[in-house]
């Protein structure tokens, strides 16, 4: 007997991996927000951490499967949103951000609202064409993900002995607020989608891709502090790299232009 042919409202089973790696990242997400409740806050930066990862995935393997399509885009921003937007600021808020009171939901509410605004600013330069090339090396703002796990920071500093943070909530709560502004602001962001490296470089990557998996399986949370620091400290070079760019662009005349690809 001859297989049925596809029905025109089926699907292709490839086109759904994308959005259930979306999904099972949102669950990662609110995950964190019951873990944050029972008072297991390592698990809770651990979740957060685990959404991340997923939400660089989801997007790759949907162009991979070529499975992508407006609903899967609508979807991954809507769980963006919650992951790296409310559910960041609820963990911190229940770590040490209510011993400020009203000023601690108000630091939550800028946190949100903060992330809302960044997604929302890059779906909309999504849309915009007339960019110059190199412009796809640069982020504008820090990312919503990388944003949620800088501003978890705090609590790895806690679990390798800076105990005294969980007390300085007036502290906890500037640097949160900082971190909220850095992902509205237009300050530009290194975006490593278009880097390339020589082939000469590629077993030095590898021996540091494993070393470091290994610091991080020994040193989880050290490793968490280090590369939060580390992240914060190439912004400088990504300001002063942005500004080489647009020199050379603006001496070399007008530039080729290319959509925006990079995910946030």
């Not at 300085?168 to 971190?179: D, K, P, Q």
């Amino acid at each position: 007997m001859p297989f049925d042919r596809p029905s025109r409202r089926s699907l292709p089973l490839r086109s759904l991996a994308p959005n259930i790696l979306t999904v099972l990242g949102l669950c990662a997400g609110l995950t964190g927000v019951q873990l944050a409740i029972q008072d297991r806050f390592d698990m809770a930066v651990l979740a957060i951490a685990v959404a991340s990862i997923i939400d660089t995935l989801d997007g790759r393997v949907a162009r991979l499967l070529k499975g992508t399509s407006k609903f899967g885009a609508e979807l991954d921003s809507l769980s963006d949103f919650v992951n790296f937007g409310v559910t960041p600021a609820l963990i911190l808020y229940l770590w040490t951000l209510q011993d400020l009171g009203g000023l601690g939901w108000i630091i939550v509410l800028g946190f949100a609202v903060c992330g809302a605004l960044r997604l929302a600013r890059f779906n909309t330069a999504l849309e915009t064409a007339d960019k110059p090339e190199w412009s796809v090396r640069f982020f504008t703002g820090v990312p919503a993900p990388a944003g949620a796990c800088l501003s978890l920071l705090p609590i790895p500093l806690f679990f390798i002995g800076w105990e005294w943070l969980r007390e300085a909530s007036f502290l906890v709560g500037l640097y949160t607020s900082g971190i909220a502004f850095l992902m509205i602001s237009r300050i530009p962001t290194f975006s490593l989608k278009r880097a390339h490296i020589g082939r000469e470089m590629v077993l030095p990557i590898l021996l540091i891709a494993g070393v470091g998996a290994a610091a991080v399986v020994g040193y989880p949370w050290l490793m968490y502090v280090l590369t939060g620091l580390g992240y914060l400290s190439l912004i400088p070079f990504s300001i002063l790299s942005h500004r080489r760019y647009a020199a050379q662009s603006a001496l070399s005349g007008p530039a080729q232009t290319a959509e925006e690809t990079i995910t946030s």
